[in-house]
Every structure is written in C-alpha cells, then in structure tokens.
C-alpha cells in the first residue's frame, strides 16, 4: 500500500460500517451525476474510505442494517467526518446482467430493490462489482467538511495525504481470499473481469 494518500472514494457510512466490520468486501457502484456521462470510473485502486450519509439510505439497505442506519445519521457531524479505513480494489466485475447482481445477495448490505434501481439506471443497464480489501488505520483522523466534498461523485481529494504505513487488515489473509475467489467463481458467467 502507499506511504500516504489524500484520495477517497465516497460511500454511504452504513456500507464503510459493513466493510470495516468485516461484513462484506464488496462495493458496488453506477456512477454519480457529476462524473463523466454519469458512469463510474475506476481513477484509483487504492483509496481512503469517506463517509457519507444519505436521507433515503434507511430503505435501501437489509432490514438487519437499518438500526445502524439510525445510529450513525444520529451521531454524524454535519461538519467534521471521521476517516480511518483504507481500501485496495484487487477485482473489478462489470456487471450487465442482473443474475450477476442476484448472485451476490448475502454477501453485501444493500436490498435487491435498490441495486435494482441502480442497475437500471442510465443509458446502458449494468453496474461494477469492486472486490476491496480493508484496513484500519490505529486512530480515525478527524477533517473539516469542506464545499470541495460534496455533490453526486465517487472520488474526491482530501486536503491533506493521510498515512497509510500503520494499517491492520479487517479480514485475515486467508479469510479474504476465500471469498474473493467464492465471488469470482458465482460471477464466472455472469459479469466481465477486469485486471
């Protein structure tokens, strides 16, 4: 992993809950509004995790996850957010059929329904299955939200590069590569493969 980064991929607080704790190791993403023709790009494979919060979140997600929804909506500052995991993408799946999407339920927090709506969205239906593997870093660092954060996008730049030498990995070695290999293996003929 690098010595430092100052860049950060922008997702919901539940789903970088879910990831921290282990829970999943997948993102998915469409694409936000103010990226290029509204699709995701993959800019960075190596990034901190900024979270956000986001009003219709509560539904979107399974009903297990729905209190921690609460809880963090709850306890968020509308003008600091808290930075303390970082992630390396080490598979991309370009999912364009929804069987794929349907392969992975159990193994992410987010409902049918949602991905669903997701999926659809857009000029062409589809959208990208990231295979992260997640580290903490001993202490969360505390930013300003700055104006520069916000709006519909998935990449941002921190205003200062955080270091990422002292990190420990949320799921051991052995664990992490058995479910990266159990989801290559459900999306083998469902979704495209990506280096």
């Avoid at 392969?103 to 999926?119: C, D, K, M, V």
Wanted: with cysteine; proline share 5%; hydrophobic share 45%.
């Amino acid at each position: 992993m690098a010595v430092s980064s100052n860049t950060a991929f922008k997702e919901w607080a539940v789903v970088v809950e879910a990831l921290a704790g282990a829970e999943q190791i997948l993102i998915l993403r469409k694409g936000g509004i103010h990226e290029q023709r509204g699709e995701f790009r993959m800019e960075h494979r190596q990034f901190w995790l900024f979270p956000t919060q986001f009003h219709e979140a509560e539904q979107s997600v399974i009903p297990s996850k729905r209190p921690a929804v609460r809880d963090i909506a709850a306890a968020a500052q509308r003008d600091a957010v808290d930075i303390q995991f970082f992630a390396e993408v080490t598979d991309i799946h370009r999912l364009t059929d929804f069987a794929a999407v349907k392969q992975l339920q159990g193994r992410h927090i987010w409902t049918e329904n949602i991905l669903q709506q997701r999926f659809d969205f857009g000029r062409e239906p589809g959208l990208h299955a990231l295979v992260v593997r997640v580290a903490r870093a001993p202490e969360p660092v505390r930013l300003p939200v700055r104006e520069s954060y916000g709006g519909c996008k998935s990449w941002i730049e921190l205003e200062r590069a955080l270091p990422t030498h002292n990190l420990t990995p949320v799921i051991d070695d052995a664990e992490f590569q058995k479910q990266r290999a159990e989801i290559t293996e459900l999306l083998a003929t469902h979704a495209h493969a990506y280096a």
